[in-house]
Structures are given as C-alpha cells and as structure tokens.
C-alpha cells in the first residue's frame, strides 16, 4: 500500500474539534494512516523549528546512526521518541499513548521532510511518497 507524507499549515478541524496537526500520512485512498499517529504526533508536538529543536533532533538521530551510541531517548514537550539503529517507538509524556513503531529511515525521512516545511517562511505544503521500510 503506497502511503503520502503530507506538511500543512494548520485548520480548523470545526465542530470545537481544534487545530490540525501540521504533519500526517495517508494511505492511496487519502485516509489517515492510524499507525503513524504517534510518530506524527510527536513531531508536531516536539519539533518548533529547525533550528532548536530540530536540529536536536537530527543531532540524535545522527549519533545512533553512525553508531556513538546504540540508543537513545529523545524527550521533548510532550513524547519520548526512543531510537534505535533498527527502530524509532514513541512514548506520549501524558499517557496520549505508547508504540507506533516506525523504522530509523522512516522517522528521518519524515524528520527531513518535516524540517523542510517548517525552514520554509510561506509554509507550502508538501506531499511526498511514504517509505515502505
């Protein structure tokens, strides 16, 4: 099943419902794909800006890949994002939820892409294709 990342400015979602997030996946059918809730949730939470909270991100994530350290916990406002060489799960720091398992290429490309929307001052959104692993 092909999925889409997708970056947007923030809706309404009406009905007193609140705000959208800014990051999603969707399946080839444009619903929301439930299993990457969490990893979603948790940068849209946890990554303000490139240059803060992003970079820290990165700076992680960069350090289990090129294997100065086996894992790591990355704590933020609201979620732990746990990675490891193999895999990223989430952990939500007021019970909003714990899983979503995610593989380390996925959570940085959808770290990457997430950073690129937020470097970007008029917001476009962006879509682009879901890696499978």
Excluded at 68 to 91: C, P, T, Y
Aim: negative net charge.
């Amino acid at each position: 099943m092909k999925k889409r990342l997708k970056c947007h400015p923030r809706f309404d979602l009406g009905n007193r419902r609140g705000l959208s997030r800014h990051i999603y996946v969707v399946d080839e059918n444009g619903e929301n794909v439930s299993s990457l809730d969490l990893m979603c949730s948790c940068l849209d939470s946890d990554v303000q800006n490139p240059e803060g909270s992003g970079a820290c991100f990165l700076d992680w994530v960069g350090r289990v890949e090129r294997g100065e350290l086996e894992s790591v916990g990355i704590d933020g406002n609201a979620w732990m994002a746990h990675v490891d060489r193999d895999k990223v799960w989430f952990e939500g720091l007021f019970n909003q939820g714990e899983g979503g398992e995610v593989t380390l290429n996925q959570f940085k490309f959808a770290l990457n892409t997430y950073l690129r929307f937020l470097s970007d001052p008029a917001h476009k959104p962006i879509e682009v294709d879901f890696p499978p692993h």
